[in-house]
Every structure is written in structure tokens, then in C-alpha cells.
């Protein structure tokens, strides 16, 4: 089945160490993204990729990285420069230019201790 | 980055009730997306719009593109438990690079 995975689902770390989230996906698209989703919130970006071996970072991209090595990768390390990196991270991707439509993942929920 | 101005922020409706939730933006946006939430789940695609004025409908919803591309609009007809959820609105403007912007969500609550 096409779609895009991320693991693990729930994810515990103690604070002070990186951490770092999986995306994938088997749909063939170009551009993949990483959110962060806060409890009664929207959605805020904090890095995208359109193509590969290259990614920018969105709005809130301070205290992580990404790499995009593979068209169907894009994994997020969550530092320990990250202040609040407790939240709800989802990934998403699209077709790439001319598609603007996002399909999301699951999402992993981390918890720092 | 921008948010839009997502409302309500929650409804509390009965069973069969029609519900009506709309997103207003202060950009021009060449498409607006509807995604359902449920807790601890990715959102998921309900519609996709791409041209000013398009009314688009996918089962018991609706959704149309605001004339002047600054708003948007979606509509559940005759309810169910299961619309439980959060609504989230997004647009995308047209500087390109597929980024989208997303409203804070509406929850939604059927009571049976």
C-alpha cells in the first residue's frame, strides 16, 4: 500500500538528548515536510524539502535538523538546543511542483522527561 | 509565518444537525485544503480546492473557494458520531514552494 509511515508512534526521551524522528514514504513525491502540532493548536513548520539533498527551514526550525539523502526519507532530529520539544510531530508530502495537496502521516508524539 | 483565522473553535452539535465552519485569510491563496483530524492521528484530505468560486463536495461535505480567495468554507450535512473531530482549513498563497498554511482548527462534538 502507498502512504507514508513514521515511527514509532510514541516516542520518551530524557531531556538533554537528541532524538531522532523517522518519515517515509512510497508514494514517489518529491517534497516532504515536518510539522509540530501543540495541544489546541494549528499546525506550525519547522523544515521542507522539495527536492533531494536539499530541505528549508520553516517557521519554527530552531533546535532541529533534517537530512534528505533519499527521495523517500526525510528523518528530523529533535536537539537538545529545542527548548519545548514536547509535542505531536507530524510528516507530510506532496507530488512536488504543481501539487500543493499534503498527505500526512500518522504522526509520532515525543515526550521529553 | 501566517495563520489563518479559523471559527468557530468549537461546536457542540446534535446528531443530524448540519454544521458550517469557515477559514478567512488576510492573502490571496491560490488553493485551500480541508483536513479531518482524529486524536492522535495525522490529518486526513476531505477536499481540495484550486480556482475562486469552485463548490466542491465529497459525500455529506461541502466546501467552496471564496470569490475573492481570501476565505473558505466547509459544510457537514445531517451529522454523525463519527465527524467527531478537528477541522483544519489550510492555503496555500502563490509564492510557490508547496507550503501550506494552516488554521488553528475547529473541534467538532456530536452528541447522539
New interface residues.
Partial sequence: DGG?T?SPKYLFRKEGQNVTLSCEQNLNHD?M?WYRQDP??????IY?S?IVNDF?K??IAEGYSVSREKKESFPLTVTSAQKNPTA?Y?C?S?A??G?????????T?LTVL | GQQLNQSPQSMFIQEGEDVSMNCTSSSIFNTWLWYKQDPGEGPVLLIALYKAGELTSNGRLTAQFGITRKDSFLNISASIPSDVGIYFCAGQGPAGANNLFFGTGTRLTVIP
Fill in positions: 507514508i513514521q517534497a515536510y489546541g493548536q494549528g499546525l506550525r513548520l521542507y522539495q528549508q520553516g517557521d505531536f507530524l507530510a506532496t512536488g511542483p501539487s500543493n495537496t499534503q498527505y500526512f502521516g500518522p504522526g508524539r
